[in-house]
């Protein structure tokens, strides 16, 4: 991608698996409320994305907004989750639209669809194909935050059906750096590794699509979650498997 590509939230740690593993692939800039530590290389924009003005700067000649800014707490407040997630999306996408982006890449997440598991618990995170969502579900949000993720999906359709952009839904599973979450078996079924993160969003920059819903897993063994809509229309290709590492989240030795 040769035009620039916007990454809200970008000194979170979803953004600092992107900036880490593909920063110098794109021309990156970077928006935050909180500046990242450490060196910066990109265009920085400090600020909040309820600021439409800053917005409209931070867009200006962008191909792709990668929104990742939010409150990511399962328990977050919902006057929190109602500013930061409902209304800065909003805000992102009525910029985006306004100022010509051609796709915006939303970090949902597995809150959105989390009440499917009360009723399928113990056994559902398992290596057998039988039954995965998929994305075509609809949402079953398992707390306040994961209404605010559902409604950001369906923000999403609204502006990609009303304007045509084009809109990628990532419903993230469990980042962590290194090894998978270590004794949680949720957390072990739902890893997402860096490499996999970076590589993942990556491929949603590169990709062409409408409107899509995928999930943001590692290709772990064990899964609730299929990735094969990830693999068809993004290419997706995940090298990390939980499986490969112990329940206390050592890597397997033979
Ligand atoms: N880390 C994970 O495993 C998962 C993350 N996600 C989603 O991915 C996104 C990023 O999550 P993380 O990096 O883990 O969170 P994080 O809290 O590490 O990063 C979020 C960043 O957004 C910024 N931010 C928050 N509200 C803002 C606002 N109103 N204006 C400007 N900046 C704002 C924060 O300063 C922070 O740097 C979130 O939307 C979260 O819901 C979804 C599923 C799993
Ligand atoms: O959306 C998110 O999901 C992950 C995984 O959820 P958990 O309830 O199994 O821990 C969470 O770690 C992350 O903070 C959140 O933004």
């Not at 078996?185 to 819903?213: K, N, P, T, V």
Request: charged share 30%.
């Amino acid at each position: 991608m040769d035009e620039p590509v916007l990454l809200t939230g970008a000194a979170g740690r979803v953004g600092t698996a992107i900036r880490e593993g593909i920063g110098e692939a794109h021309e990156f800039r970077l928006l935050d409320r909180e500046p990242p530590t450490g060196p910066v290389d990109h265009e920085l924009y400090v600020g909040d994305i309820t600021d439409r003005e800053l917005l409209e700067d931070a867009m200006e000649d962008v191909a792709v907004v990668i929104h990742l800014a939010g409150d990511p707490r399962t328990d977050a407040p919902w006057e929190s989750v109602l500013r930061n997630n409902i209304d800065g999306t909003q805000t992102v996408f009525e910029v985006a639209v306004e100022q010509d982006v051609e796709k915006v890449v939303f970090a949902s997440s597995n809150h959105a669809v989390g009440h499917y598991e009360t009723e399928r618990k113990p056994d559902i995170y398992r290596t057998e194909e039988e039954f995965r969502l998929d994305g075509t579900e609809l949402p079953r949000p398992s707390n306040l935050y994961g209404v605010s993720k559902a409604t950001g999906e369906i923000l999403g359709r609204y502006y990609h059906d009303e304007y045509g952009i084009s809109v990628l839904n990532v419903r993230i599973g469990n980042l962590t750096k290194e090894h998978p979450p270590r004794n949680y078996e949720r957390g072990q079924a739902m890893w997402l590794s860096h490499r996999d993160c970076a590589h993942l969003f990556d491929r949603a920059i590169e990709a062409e699509y409408g409107y899509e819903i995928v999930y943001g897993i590692s290709d772990n063994d064990r899964k609730y979650y299929s990735i094969e809509r990830a693999r068809e229309i993004l290419a997706y290709d995940p090298q990390d498997n939980s499986a490969e590492y112990t329940f206390d989240g050592e890597p397997k030795t033979d």
